[in-house]
């Protein structure tokens, strides 16, 4: 056999050897395909497993509540309405300066959880208010409309008396429904507020008390 011959034979052989070499280079480029496609399709996974969880965990804090807790957001938002009616008419009315600091941190404090209380009431398909709240004793601290009236009705350091004394009565109401949603409520949120209000309006209530002695 000539050296010519034997090339000739030599050629299929390689040409067989190079189409191997491109079908194993394909495959390898498929399996690397479907395990990319294969981590897109575990990420996809991944997030859908979490928003699944976070619907769960909406769902569950949005049902974790009793009865108290309905009560507690129900009484106190026009409880709270009320405070926020009072705070406003000192920045006219008042004459002492720390009526006014004090006024005007309660209206700030206050607005905002009544805000927070509706929605509250709203994600739980409560109605927001409670029946017909004039019905509210004078233990939770609420002013009649007399009271009110004559609030309205006081101006300088009349309206400074006035307004610490039917303050510190109406924050003792508060706290007294608060100290009831501490041992009763069930809802995180709400007796975490419930504790805020314990706190925040004793020490209200004794700077109050203080201002009313220099009076």
Request: with cysteine.
């Amino acid at each position: 056999m000539t050296a010519f011959t034997r090339a000739l034979r030599r050629k299929p052989a390689r040409r067989i050897a190079a189409v191997g070499v491109v079908a194993a280079g394909a495959v390898l480029l498929s399996a690397c395909s479907s395990n990319s496609d294969g981590m897109g399709g575990m990420s996809g996974m991944d997030h859908g497993s979490s928003k699944s969880s976070a619907t769960a965990t909406a769902t569950a804090k949005a049902t974790d509540y009793n009865d108290k807790d309905v009560t507690f957001a129900q009484s106190m938002i026009p409880h709270h309405q009320q405070a926020v009616e009072m705070a406003k008419l000192a920045d006219s009315r008042a004459s002492d300066s720390e009526i006014k600091g004090l006024a005007a941190k309660i209206e700030k404090a206050q607005a905002p959880e009544i805000k927070t209380m509706t929605g509250w009431l709203q994600s739980w398909g409560k109605p927001t208010v409670m029946g017909d709240m004039t019905g509210m004793s004078m233990g939770d601290g609420m002013m009649s409309d007399k009271d009110m009236k004559s609030l309205k009705a006081m101006k300088g350091t009349a309206f400074d008396k006035m307004f610490a004394q039917m303050m510190i009565d109406h924050h003792n109401g508060a706290i007294s429904m608060a100290k009831t949603e501490q041992k009763s409520g069930q809802n995180a949120d709400a007796k975490k507020m419930a504790d805020d209000i314990v706190t925040g309006q004793s020490a209200e209530v004794k700077q109050l008390q203080t201002i009313l002695d220099r009076l």
